[in-house]
């Protein structure tokens, strides 16, 4: 340990400290650690989560976030607009039964002649207002006010059909349409959703349901997804229960998401956190996500329908995250990939309670590339595979794919990382016919279970390594270092 000298070592080794700190107090571990444990017991006595409990476990870890360097430095922080409304000047009644999707599409016709005046704000006070799917205009503010929810209809007739995304070729799970996100936007400018923690629940139950039963007609829609937008921030809310990926950004750039607490059920089927896909220039920062998939999940499209429309994910900033999956990633890039993932930086993120820690996830037929990847200063606890780089991720969406397109995996840098109770410390398994190369791993110790293949598991692939513990594959090469 003491070769461990650079600042973000330390820090690695100082939040593992804390976590282990915190195991030993029962109530604060049992209600702030366990995912599950927040859809039980962060309740108030009205009954509703207190999602303050998360963030204040953040701010734990990482301080006060003002103080803190930050990504956010294209896009404003909230400012209010020159004109404001309230959603009961449209006729909306928040008694959490009457359905207010034609208020909020009132709204959004009536603020949109503001657009060329500074934009509107639609303010959502305290309550909970149940509405079918919202679409956004630009130049909007979205504020929700402490104590105001805007619960999702669990009727899916309230959810219009819309098209599968050209860059997927048909829905994610079904061929053919889609079914609306609950908050959706395409080709926006200038729009802001925010609050003073406010909570947007998807009451996903319903979906999650049908998904299992096999009865579903038609894909999933998300909880947040912009498409083509750009300027955009998305801060100091909560999103809970999403029928699907959470907050999905695609084709779109310039887009910030802050402060943000992400609860859906650890058992609910691929409910990501944060999906940026095909966009560019985003920062994501200061959030705390315990979900059923990814948590964060970089994504650029499907097989060929990806490749064809050619659209990349780059320039990704991800810092100070605390991720919660008990059957998936903390962070993954793909297994959609097909229109390219580079320049992705990550730094500063505690997994914990995990199936994987940082995991790389692809297959032939998705061409293109993840390439030029930093994944610095990451503390796991409890995660059964830390880091993963796989070629055998191979769903696909019809008999269409190409059999020799294969993707490139090459740069990738995974660095100053500490993790208790591993059960495997990594999968490095490329493809025979397209080894992946340049993978580094640096200042890696893990606290690792004996397992039969061993510690590392690795094949088809080339790199570097340098104060590596427990020693990895052969494949990867020490590093001489005078660090």
């Given at each position: 340990?003491?070769?461990?000298?650079?600042?973000?070592?330390?820090?690695?080794?100082?939040?593992?400290?804390?976590?282990?700190?915190?195991?030993?107090?029962?109530?604060?571990?049992h209600?702030?650690?366990?995912?599950?444990?927040?859809?039980?017991?962060?309740?108030?006595?009205?009954?509703a989560?207190?999602?303050?409990i998360?963030?204040?476990?953040?701010?734990?870890?990482?301080?006060?976030?003002?103080?803190?360097?930050?990504?956010?430095?294209?896009?404003?922080?909230?400012?209010?607009?020159?004109?404001?409304?309230?959603?009961i000047?449209?006729?909306a009644?928040?008694?959490?039964?009457?359905?207010?999707?034609?208020?909020?599409?009132?709204?959004?016709?009536?603020?949109?002649?503001?657009?060329?005046?500074?934009?509107?704000e639609?303010?959502?006070?305290?309550g909970?207002w149940?509405?079918?799917s919202?679409?956004?205009i630009?130049?909007?503010?979205?504020?929700?006010e402490?104590?105001?929810?805007?619960l999702?209809?669990?009727?899916?007739?309230?959810?219009?059909?819309?098209?599968?995304?050209?860059?997927?070729?048909?829905?994610?799970e079904?061929?053919?349409?889609?079914?609306?996100?609950?908050?959706?936007?395409?080709g926006?400018e200038?729009?802001?959703i925010?609050?003073?923690?406010?909570?947007?629940?998807?009451?996903?139950?319903?979906?999650?349901?049908?998904?299992?039963?096999?009865?579903?007609?038609?894909?999933?829609?998300?909880?947040?997804?912009?498409?083509?937008?750009?300027?955009?921030?998305?801060?100091?809310?909560?999103?809970?229960?999403?029928?699907?990926?959470?907050i999905?950004?695609?084709y779109?750039?310039?887009?910030?998401?802050?402060?943000?607490t992400?609860?859906?059920?650890?058992?609910?089927?691929?409910?990501?956190?944060i999906?940026?896909?095909?966009?560019?220039?985003v920062?994501?920062?200061?959030?705390?996500i315990?979900?059923?998939d990814?948590?964060?999940?970089?994504?650029?499209?499907?097989?060929?329908?990806?490749?064809?429309f050619?659209?990349?994910?780059?320039?990704?900033?991800?810092?100070?995250?605390?991720?919660?999956?008990?059957?998936?990633?903390?962070?993954?890039?793909?297994?959609?990939?097909?229109?390219?993932?580079?320049?992705?930086?990550?730094?500063?993120?505690?997994?914990?309670?995990?199936r994987?820690?940082?995991?790389?996830?692809?297959?032939?037929?998705?061409?293109?590339?993840?390439?030029?990847?930093?994944?610095?200063?990451?503390?796991?606890?409890?995660?059964?595979?830390?880091?993963?780089?796989?070629?055998?991720?191979?769903?696909?969406p019809?008999e269409?794919?190409?059999?020799?397109?294969?993707?490139?995996?090459?740069?990738?840098?995974?660095?100053?990382?500490?993790?208790?109770?591993?059960?495997?410390?990594?999968?490095?398994?490329?493809?025979?016919?397209?080894?992946?190369?340049?993978?580094?791993?640096?200042?890696?110790?893990?606290?690792?279970r004996?397992?039969?293949?061993?510690?590392?598991?690795?094949?088809?692939?080339t790199?570097?390594?340098?104060?590596?513990?427990?020693?990895?594959?052969p494949?990867l090469?020490?590093?001489?270092?005078?660090?």
């Open positions: 340990m003491l070769q461990m000298t650079s600042r973000q070592s330390f820090q690695s080794l100082r939040i593992l400290l804390l976590l282990l700190s915190c195991a030993g107090s029962d109530k604060f571990w209600t702030c650690m366990v995912g599950p444990s927040l859809a039980d017991d962060c309740r108030g006595s009205n009954g989560r207190d999602s303050s998360p963030m204040d476990f953040h701010q734990s870890i990482f301080g006060h976030v003002k103080s803190k360097e930050s990504c956010a430095h294209t896009v404003n922080d909230w400012e209010r607009r020159p004109y404001s409304f309230s959603i000047d449209f006729g009644v928040g008694d959490g039964t009457t359905l207010n999707t034609h208020a909020f599409e009132r709204a959004m016709l009536s603020l949109s002649n503001y657009a060329d005046k500074g934009g509107a639609l303010y959502i006070p305290a909970r149940l509405t079918g919202i679409r956004l630009s130049h909007l503010t979205l504020f929700l402490s104590g105001a929810t805007i999702g209809s669990e009727d899916f007739n309230d959810y219009p059909l819309i098209p599968g995304l050209p860059s997927y070729g048909r829905g994610r079904l061929p053919g349409s889609r079914y609306s996100s609950l908050i959706n936007g395409d926006l200038d729009v802001i925010t609050g003073n923690n406010g909570t947007i629940d998807g009451q996903g139950a319903v979906w999650w349901s049908s998904f299992r039963s096999k009865t579903l007609e038609h894909t999933r829609g998300h909880l947040l997804e912009l498409i083509e937008a750009q300027d955009i921030l998305i801060s100091n809310l909560t999103f809970q229960n999403s029928p699907f990926w959470t999905h950004p695609v779109s750039k310039n887009v910030v998401v802050k402060r943000v992400i609860l859906n059920p650890l058992n609910s089927p691929n409910t990501d956190g999906d940026p896909d095909s966009s560019q220039y920062c994501i920062e200061d959030c705390y315990s979900v059923g990814d948590a964060i999940s970089i994504k650029s499209g499907w097989d060929q329908y990806g490749t064809g050619g659209m990349p994910s780059k320039y990704i900033r991800i810092q100070r995250v605390v991720a919660f999956s008990h059957t998936s990633a903390g962070i993954s890039f793909g297994s959609e990939m097909s229109g390219g993932i580079s320049d992705i930086e990550v730094d500063d993120m505690v997994i914990t309670n995990s994987w820690g940082v995991r790389f996830k692809t297959s032939v037929g998705r061409g293109a590339y993840i390439r030029n990847v930093t994944v610095n200063n990451i503390v796991m606890h409890t995660v059964r595979t830390a880091i993963a780089v796989m070629g055998n991720y191979g769903e696909h019809d269409n794919w190409n059999r020799t397109a294969y993707p490139v995996i090459e740069n990738i840098l995974v660095g100053n990382i500490v993790g208790e109770n591993i059960t495997q410390a990594g999968l490095l398994l490329g493809l025979p016919d397209a080894p992946f190369h340049d993978i580094h791993l640096t200042k890696v110790v893990l606290d690792t004996t397992t039969k293949q061993g510690p590392w598991n690795c094949s088809w692939v790199g570097f390594y340098n104060f590596v513990l427990p020693k990895p594959c494949e090469t020490m590093e001489n270092s005078n660090g």
